[in-house]
Protein backbone atom coordinates (compact mmCIF):
# COMPACT_ATOMS: atom_id res chain seq x y z
CA UNK A 1 0.00 0.00 0.00
CA UNK A 2 1.67 3.51 -1.28
CA UNK A 3 1.26 6.38 1.74
CA UNK A 4 2.91 9.60 1.40
CA UNK A 5 2.35 11.79 4.70
CA UNK A 6 2.96 15.28 4.73
CA UNK A 7 4.26 17.09 7.91
CA UNK A 8 5.50 20.27 9.16
CA UNK A 9 2.55 22.53 8.38
CA UNK A 10 1.03 25.41 10.15
CA UNK A 11 1.00 28.71 11.01
CA UNK A 12 4.45 30.89 9.75
CA UNK A 13 5.08 34.17 9.76
CA UNK A 14 5.62 36.51 6.73
CA UNK A 15 9.20 36.67 5.90
CA UNK A 16 9.61 33.22 8.11
CA UNK A 17 10.52 29.95 7.40
CA UNK A 18 8.64 26.28 7.09
CA UNK A 19 9.91 23.26 6.17
CA UNK A 20 7.18 20.63 4.91
CA UNK A 21 8.41 16.85 4.68
CA UNK A 22 6.47 13.97 2.76
CA UNK A 23 7.47 10.74 4.20
CA UNK A 24 7.03 7.92 1.67
CA UNK A 25 6.46 4.28 2.01
CA UNK A 26 4.75 1.85 -0.25
CA UNK A 27 7.34 2.25 -3.61
CA UNK A 28 10.54 2.63 -4.41
CA UNK A 29 11.23 5.86 -3.60
CA UNK A 30 14.47 6.67 -5.62
CA UNK A 31 12.53 6.03 -9.27
CA UNK A 32 9.82 7.98 -8.68
CA UNK A 33 9.30 11.65 -9.61
CA UNK A 34 8.09 13.80 -6.76
CA UNK A 35 6.41 17.16 -6.47
CA UNK A 36 4.96 19.43 -4.19
CA UNK A 37 1.72 21.30 -5.20
CA UNK A 38 -0.43 23.62 -3.41
CA UNK A 39 -4.27 24.53 -3.41
CA UNK A 40 -5.22 27.96 -1.77
CA UNK A 41 -9.00 28.90 -1.00
CA UNK A 42 -10.75 29.62 -3.99
CA UNK A 43 -8.18 28.44 -6.44
CA UNK A 44 -7.29 25.59 -8.51
CA UNK A 45 -4.43 23.32 -7.48
CA UNK A 46 -0.71 24.56 -8.88
CA UNK A 47 2.43 23.41 -9.07
CA UNK A 48 5.10 24.20 -6.83
CA UNK A 49 8.39 22.49 -6.94
CA UNK A 50 9.26 19.25 -8.79
CA UNK A 51 12.24 16.84 -8.29
CA UNK A 52 12.72 14.23 -10.46
CA UNK A 53 13.91 10.64 -9.68
CA UNK A 54 17.60 12.11 -11.86
CA UNK A 55 17.76 15.17 -9.63
CA UNK A 56 16.54 17.99 -11.44
CA UNK A 57 14.69 20.42 -10.04
CA UNK A 58 12.06 22.37 -11.15
CA UNK A 59 9.90 25.34 -9.28
CA UNK A 60 6.57 27.96 -9.96
CA UNK A 61 7.85 31.25 -10.67
CA UNK A 62 5.69 32.30 -7.65
CA UNK A 63 8.34 30.55 -5.65
CA UNK A 64 11.60 30.34 -7.60
CA UNK A 65 14.54 31.68 -4.77
CA UNK A 66 12.32 31.55 -1.29
CA UNK A 67 11.62 27.54 -1.84
CA UNK A 68 14.12 24.74 -2.04
CA UNK A 69 12.95 21.43 -2.30
CA UNK A 70 15.18 18.06 -1.68
CA UNK A 71 14.96 14.72 -0.94
CA UNK A 72 16.76 11.77 0.41
CA UNK A 73 16.47 8.71 -1.02
CA UNK A 74 17.89 6.36 1.85
CA UNK A 75 15.04 7.55 4.20
CA UNK A 76 12.07 7.72 1.76
CA UNK A 77 11.44 11.47 2.25
CA UNK A 78 11.01 14.77 0.53
CA UNK A 79 11.16 18.29 1.96
CA UNK A 80 10.30 21.77 0.99
CA UNK A 81 12.10 24.34 2.59
CA UNK A 82 9.99 27.87 2.49
CA UNK A 83 12.01 30.77 3.24
CA UNK A 84 10.46 34.30 3.02
CA UNK A 85 6.96 33.47 3.97
CA UNK A 86 4.25 35.63 2.12
CA UNK A 87 0.50 35.68 2.90
CA UNK A 88 -0.12 34.10 -0.31
CA UNK A 89 1.70 30.81 0.17
CA UNK A 90 -1.26 30.13 2.18
CA UNK A 91 -2.76 26.84 1.17
CA UNK A 92 -2.95 23.04 1.55
CA UNK A 93 0.12 21.67 0.34
CA UNK A 94 0.29 18.15 -1.31
CA UNK A 95 2.85 15.56 -2.22
CA UNK A 96 2.88 13.57 -4.96
CA UNK A 97 4.68 10.93 -6.06
CA UNK A 98 4.92 10.11 -10.22
CA UNK A 99 6.54 7.39 -12.17
CA UNK A 100 4.97 6.81 -15.65
CA UNK A 101 1.13 7.22 -16.74
CA UNK A 102 -0.22 5.05 -14.14
CA UNK A 103 1.38 5.39 -11.30
CA UNK A 104 0.50 8.95 -9.27
CA UNK A 105 -0.12 9.12 -5.82
CA UNK A 106 -0.82 11.55 -3.88
CA UNK A 107 -0.41 12.77 0.38
CA UNK A 108 -3.47 13.90 2.65
CA UNK A 109 -1.71 17.44 2.41
CA UNK A 110 -0.81 20.01 5.25
CA UNK A 111 -2.14 23.13 5.83
CA UNK A 112 0.29 26.15 5.66
CA UNK A 113 -1.27 29.50 6.85
CA UNK A 114 0.74 32.73 6.74
CA UNK A 115 -0.34 35.44 8.58
CA UNK A 116 1.04 37.80 11.25
Known amino acids: QVQLVESGGGLGQPGGSLRLSCAAS????????MGWYRRAPGKQRELVAVSNSGGTTNYADLVKGRFTISRDNDKNTMYLQMNSLKPEDTAVYYC??????????WGQGTQVTVSS
Open 96 to 105: NAHLGIRMNY
Open 26 to 33: GIIFSVYD
